[in-house]
DNA sequence: TTTAGGG
DNA sequence: CCCTAAA
């Protein structure tokens, strides 16, 4: 082990909204680079890291005229729907693209829309996709219709066309690659013609409800990886050719939508459909309210960030020592403030019932492409594959660099996501939906999973260097996920090991995010807001995060040991069921802060500083043993004194999370009992005087 | 701002 | 984790 080498992660180019110029600060940037010492960089850090910038990059990313780019990543399929609206500020682009790596499920998106008169789109939109087989299907209008573009623009994205009605002018191709480096090299397809009846999902226009997974499931060949013809993306191909994909194990087993009352497990059993409500528009007979199955695996926001420019200050990212004035004025300044503030805006409720948007994030989100920049050179690789993204081109650059790794994350992939709107909303009104969709997934806790070799690394202590992301060879590799962070979970569903169920190595699960978010479709979205922290402030503070109690000495766990966000290893395939904004359309925006689950080096922090300075003191704890985690207030530490002392008393099987060492817990019960009795002493001493005063 | 507790 | 009364 090399020490004092420093590892160097630039992460550049999330395919993220950039922040609003005025409110970015000059660190931001949208890029986040990061030096640590390679003797302590462990996988969890990187995790923490990327989970840290993405979740700061949502925070930022209100802005609803960001384009988006809805992707959906099927598994075996791959359908383009999409819409290139005349307004380019808003526009919208909805396109599936494969995920290549699943083996299952077919993931399914359909979209309709209609009277979009008034958004100057004047076709009837209504698309669909759904194919499974062993290829990709492409979903494309008919190029002889001069309203639509040829499959190809719609892939490439040059299309003007809007979406035509694909029930009658529609052309599936099967883009059955044999070996997806067949087409790596210049993106090309294969078109196959498959049954289009096959496709199913759609009968008259409509789109049953169990139309995300009535595609053709039942094919079963292995899906290649696909080089997707990435409008979206501005960097070009590099001459590597796609790793071959799967995500090993993103096998995509879960039934996004089905009806299926036994898939408990995969934690998708019902697909939250909840009608959105409110919107002028005049009901129908019959309210062919429409659910728009957007279920992307990809989402990828436009990306605002060109990747290959790192950011050279390292000040920007260094640790800032803050003045001790007052811890809660440090708190409070990481905290979600944007959220907050968005309460502003949305008052002017809307008469959303329950529920508007709902998504379900599955937990694959092989982040698009990563994007390296070697050495500066500029020389950069990008890949579209929906599957590991490999990186490559970097050996020469990462042995004289130093064990420096330069990794640019292309984008991210937003985990599934599934909107029911109206057809008679307004595209205006689906992007917001869309954009909330998006805000709550990104919001409501991710966390990153990173993948070696198509195979995921879950153990978080390791070193990259012991993992062999420093490997030159696996680097090519690397890929990163987005998953929904499972803490929520609940606890039948994550509570065993999960790898005994999953034959594949990638997790399953569905987070499911229903919000009331329908804003009325004439009412601008909730301003963007203006960001108060700052990514390399996240960055730390997960970083600075590891308790430092003065004198830790004791400390069992190695440096390595702690994790900052918790990963629950076992809560891969659970179902998070997180109510997004269930109260009222006031507090819609306002998020939750992300969890992060107390780490067991953390605890132990935190129950020597309770030890020390009793439990009356949290101010002190927190300034004692976690004046570096920004991110624990002294609520945080006294709620989590309180849980722990609560975990301490009931039987260890009821527990439930990382389980928390029984000595530490002793600790907890035994200084509980002490600092009760002085508490209670201290009154009784207290009582006493004002009774003798009497 | 902190503490203390309920949700 | 959130919210908030009370100190």
Redesign the pocket.
Do not use: A, C, E, L
């Given at each position: 082990m090399v020490l004092q080498k420093r590892l160097d992660y630039g992460f550049n180019g999330y395919q993220v909204p950039a922040m609003p110029r005025a409110s970015r600060s000059a660190r931001g940037r949208g890029c986040v680079r990061k030096k640590v010492d390679n003797n302590q960089m462990c996988a969890f850090d990187l995790l923490a890291t990327v989970a840290g910038k993405l979740l700061q990059e949502s925070e930022h990313s209100p802005a609803p005229s960001n384009a988006l780019v809805v992707k959906d990543q099927h598994p075996v399929a791959k359908g383009i729907v999409k819409q290139e609206q005349v307004d380019e500020e808003n526009q919208l682009k909805i396109e599936s693209c494969d995920q290549g790596s699943c083996n299952e499920s077919l993931v399914a998106s359909e979209i309709r829309l209609q009277d979009l008169k008034r958004n100057n789109i004047s076709k009837e939109l209504s698309g669909v996709q759904s194919v499974g087989g062993s290829g990709h299907s492409y979903i494309t209008t008919n190029p002889e219709h001069s309203e639509y573009g040829s499959a190809e623009d719609l892939v490439v994205g040059k299309g003007k066309s809007t979406f035509g009605n694909f029930l009658n002018n529609v052309e599936r191709h099967s883009l059955g690659f044999s070996k997806c480096e067949d087409n790596a090299e210049d993106g090309s397809v294969r078109p196959v013609n498959i049954d289009a009846r096959k496709i199913g999902s759609v009968t008259n226009g409509t789109i049953p409800d169990t139309c995300s997974t009535e595609g053709p499931m039942e094919l079963g060949r292995k899906p290649q990886a696909l080089v997707s013809s990435d409008s979206s993306v501005e960097v070009p191909l590099g001459r590597d050719h796609v790793t071959h994909s799967s995500l090993s194990g993103c096998r995509d087993d879960v039934k996004v939508g089905s009806r299926d009352d036994d898939e408990n497990s995969s934690g998708c059993t019902q697909p939250s459909n909840v009608a959105l409500k409110g919107f002028r528009s005049p009901p129908r007979i019959g309210d062919r309210r429409i659910r728009k199955l957007l279920a992307s695996k990809y989402w990828k926001m436009a990306p605002k960030l060109k990747c290959g420019e790192l950011s050279n200050s390292d000040e920007e990212t260094k640790p800032v020592h803050r003045s001790r004035k007052?811890?809660?004025?440090r708190?409070?300044s990481q905290r979600?403030f944007p959220l907050k503030k968005r309460k502003l805006f949305d008052g002017s409720s809307i008469s959303t019932s329950d529920g508007g948007i709902s998504s379900e994030g599955v937990s694959n989100s092989p982040i698009k492409g990563i994007h390296k920049d070697v050495m500066g050179s500029g020389a950069t690789v990008h890949e579209a594959s929906g599957a590991s993204s490999s990186v490559a081109g970097l050996q020469a650059a990462f042995q004289s660099r130093d064990s420096h790794v330069k990794l640019c994350i292309k984008s991210f992939c937003v985990p599934e996501l599934f909107i029911e709107i109206p057809e008679t909303a307004t595209v205006g009104s689906l992007k917001r939906t869309v954009m909330e969709a998006v805000a709550a997934v990104l919001g409501d806790g991710l966390r990153v999973g990173v993948l070696l070799q198509g195979k995921k690394v879950r153990d978080d202590n390791k070193t990259l260097l012991q993992t062999g992301i420093c490997n030159e060879d696996k680097l090519d590799t690397l890929g990163f996920t987005l998953e929904p962070n499972a803490t929520d979970a609940p606890p039948s569903v994550c509570s065993e090991d999960p790898s005994s169920r999953l034959p594949s190595d990638t997790p399953q699960s569905l987070t499911r995010y229903p919000a009331s978010t329908v804003l009325d479709p004439g009412t601008p979205i909730a301003s963007p807001d203006p960001p108060v922290t700052n990514i390399s402030n996240c960055v730390e503070s997960d970083h600075d995060s590891v308790p430092s109690p003065t004198d830790m000495s004791a400390d069992k766990t190695t440096s390595d040991s702690r994790a900052l966000v918790a990963v629950p290893a076992l809560s891969v395939e659970a179902l998070a069921v997180v109510p997004f904004n269930r109260k009222s359309r006031r507090?819609e925006m306002?998020q939750?802060?992300?969890?992060?689950?107390?780490s067991v080096s953390e605890v132990e922090a935190l129950v020597q500083a309770v030890e020390k300075l009793g439990?009356?003191?949290?101010?002190?704890v927190?300034l004692r043993a976690f004046d570096n985690a920004k991110?624990?207030t002294?609520?945080?530490l006294?709620?989590?004194w309180?849980?722990l002392v609560h975990t301490a008393r009931i039987s260890p099987q009821q527990r439930r999370g990382e389980p928390v060492p029984q000595e530490l817990l002793d600790r907890v019960l035994s200084a509980h009992a002490y600092w009760s009795q002085q508490q209670a002493k201290q009154q009784a001493k207290q009582q006493s005087e004002t009774c003798l005063l009497l």
């Open positions: 007052s811890s809660y004025t708190q409070r979600n507090s306002v939750r802060r992300i969890r992060r689950p107390f439990t009356g003191r949290w101010r002190d927190k991110h624990r002294y609520v945080d006294k709620d989590k309180k849980t």
